[in-house]
């Protein structure tokens, strides 16, 4: 069974630039979490979908980040413009329907975004 | 400050030690969860602990959640190699969220042959 796939893996690109990260849950899963990982930070969370609606956008940074679901197979996480600071690795989660919590998310790959 | 301390940040070992991992918090912790990750992968859970004085073990593996909720440990026996990668304790530090966790920065364990 395929898990939660992002794409792409790496993105290197240029201050000023919009960045935009893919995620595909697994199927039949109905919640949905970005995440950020950073060394000074740690793992973040960004901002949880349920039955493609935003439930909790509270760990969005600021407004040049912005993610979308448009269908329970597929979501995005936007950032633009993007900043040095915005390097990481940003993850995708996913959970199926009536998980009693974290322990039931599945961790994609992630993406590492270089931002020069 | 971080709200969530794991120590130590990293941790070289030889085969065949055994090892602990801590986990402290300012606050009660309410759910403790455990997670190994490999370099360019995501999340693997591991062990969830909810109740004062909880013990959980899994292969080599076993996780703690102190009597007072607020430190966790994970211990590993006998390392191997296959038990290399960076280690990550999660926190539900606001009692009844069902998926927000406040996350450690992570220990890196190195396990040498």
């Known amino acids: 069974d395929a898990g939660v796939i992002q794409s792409p893996r790496h993105e290197v690109t240029e201050m000023g630039q919009e960045v935009t990260l893919r995620c595909k849950p697994i199927?039949?899963?109905?919640?949905l979490f970005w995440y950020r990982q950073t060394m000074m930070r740690g793992l973040e969370l960004l901002i949880y979908?349920?039955?493609?609606?935003?439930?909790?956008d509270s760990g969005m940074p600021e407004d040049r980040f912005s993610a979308k679901m448009p269908n329970a197979s597929f979501s995005t996480l936007k950032i633009q413009p993007s900043e040095p600071r915005d390097s990481a690795v940003y993850f995708c989660?996913?959970?199926?329907?009536?998980?009693?919590?974290?322990?039931?998310?599945?961790f994609g790959p992630g993406t590492r975004l270089t931002v020069l | 400050s971080q709200e969530l301390e794991q120590s130590p940040q990293s941790l070289i070992v030889q085969e065949g030690k055994n090892l602990t991992i801590n986990c402290t918090s300012s606050k009660t912790l309410y759910g403790l969860y455990w997670y190994k990750q490999k370099y360019g992968e995501g999340l693997i859970f591991l062990m969830m602990?909810?109740?004062?004085?909880e013990e959980k073990s899994h292969e080599k593996i076993t996780a703690k959640l102190d009597e007072k909720k607020q430190q966790s440990s994970l211990h590993i026996t006998a390392s191997q190699p296959s038990h290399a990668g960076i280690y990550l304790c999660g926190a539900d530090l606001r009692g009844g969220s069902n998926y927000k966790l406040t996350f450690g920065k992570g220990t890196l364990l190195t396990v040498n042959p």
């Open positions: 199927s039949g899963h109905n919640s």
């Open positions: 979908f349920n039955n493609n609606v935003p439930i909790d």
């Open positions: 602990l909810q109740k004062g004085g």
């Open positions: 989660a996913s959970s199926p329907p009536g998980s009693g919590g974290p322990h039931e998310q599945f």
